[in-house]
């Protein structure tokens, strides 16, 4: 008898996140991939279903439902999910058909992810429907979740502290990794050229709300003495003006500064690796997708000195304060440079959606 893992791939046919998509991808491939004896993956998706260029080979199905995302997750949200039959369920994110089933007598299980907290640290730059959602949904799991995947024990103890005792105990750590296949390409250089970007330059990600620490990025550039070049990725639509208005408080010219907007893997991968070094002020809880990423590519890193980040990027980087960053990235542009490169990439080894998959289909044996 064939034991199916289905996977809620909702972000491959309606994307809400770049890397939602790339780590939902990611995952699903490397289950079929590492799918034990007796066992195969199917995907669980909205109207109109994956498309044929979807990236995945080696589904054994796929339960196609009759509604689209949106108003799949608001029914997901009521706790109404007809079609969606029994059995093994995992979700790379926090959608999923949350119900009322028995585990134990049904053999269904339900698992979900959660790679951020910013409904709890950082309401106030959310929408206040998106806030009241998430914490929702919260309630959802803790009740008919049978397991919580975080990517860091930093989150799961953060977790703990806006969570009621009965979700803390299913939490489980299981990290992400970069997508796969994520390298640099051959032709970096001319991807650089149509992005209209410089060869040399400092880089950071995110956008103006303040919790994403632009502000305290820009800072250090300036305390550290860079007169170069400073690009920025993963720049909201709209947000460029704002980005270059923060740069500019911190003394740093409009024309220095490169904004961006969310950028493809072989885009993105061009960027980091011209990149002297990568700094990560934010100090949320988050999984730091674009520090990951950095590791890939052998980028000396400087990131703000928070649990997340020793957890994650360990020795490969220099930490600091938040406001304190001018000195490390003096540090990273110089005496360290060399030796954060080796750390990057000795670092990066540790991060693999094949071992993630081998976790994911443990923690279901185990459920």
């Known amino acids: 008898m064939t034991v199916t893992l289905r996977v809620v791939l909702d972000q ?3 994307p809400t996140s770049r890397d939602l998509a790339e780590a939902s991808s990611s995952l699903a491939q490397a289950l079929v991939d590492t799918a034990p004896r007796g066992c195969d993956v199917a995907a669980i998706v ?3 279903g994956l498309a044929d260029d979807s990236g995945i080979s080696g589904l054994s199905g796929e339960t196609r439902l009759s509604m689209r995302r949106r ?3 608001a029914s997901w949200q009521l706790g109404v999910a007809p079609g969606i039959g029994r059995g093994l369920i995992h979700s790379p994110t926090s959608l999923a058909p949350l119900v009322r089933h028995d585990r134990v007598n049904e053999t269904h299980q339900i698992v979900v992810t959660l790679w951020d907290l910013r409904a709890w640290e950082t309401p106030d730059e959310l929408p206040k429907a ?3 959602a998430q914490r929702a949904l919260l309630s959802r799991v803790g009740k008919h979740a049978d397991a919580v995947v975080v990517p860091t024990h930093a989150m799961a103890e953060r977790l703990a502290e806006v969570a009621k005792a009965k979700l803390v105990s299913k939490v489980r750590v299981i990290g992400g990794a970069p997508v796969i296949g994520f390298r640099v390409p051959s032709d970096a250089v001319g991807r650089l050229r149509a992005l209209d970007l410089p060869t040399s330059f400092l880089i950071v990600a995110g956008g103006s709300v303040a919790s994403d620490g632009l502000a305290a990025a820009f800072a250090g550039v300036s305390a ?12 909201p639509e709209g947000e460029e003006p704002a980005v270059a208005d923060i740069a500019s408080a911190a003394g740093i010219s409009e024309a220095r500064v490169h904004a961006r907007g969310s950028l493809d893997q072989w ?6 690796s011209h990149g002297a070094v990568f ?14 990423d950095a590791l890939a590519v052998g980028v000396p890193i400087v990131a703000a000195d928070t649990a997340v980040h020793r957890e994650v990027l360990a020795d490969a980087a220099v930490y600091a304060e938040a406001d304190e960053l001018g000195g490390a990235v003096a540090r990273a542009l110089g005496e360290d440079a060399e030796r954060l490169r080796v750390l990057a990439g000795d670092r990066a080894k540790g991060f693999a959606w094949q071992s993630c998959a081998d976790r994911v289909w443990a923690l279901h044996a185990e459920l």
Do not use: C, K, N, Y
């Open 12 to 14: 491959l046919v309606t």
């Open 46 to 48: 909205p109207s109109p």
């Open 71 to 73: 108003e799949l997750a």
């Open 130 to 132: 998106e806030v009241l």
């Open 224 to 235: 550290a003495g860079w007169t170069g070049d400073v690009v920025v990725i993963d720049v």
């Open 267 to 272: 885009d993105r991968a061009a960027v980091l």
């Open 279 to 292: 700094i990560a002020p934010s100090t949320r809880t988050d999984w730091p997708w674009r520090a990951v």
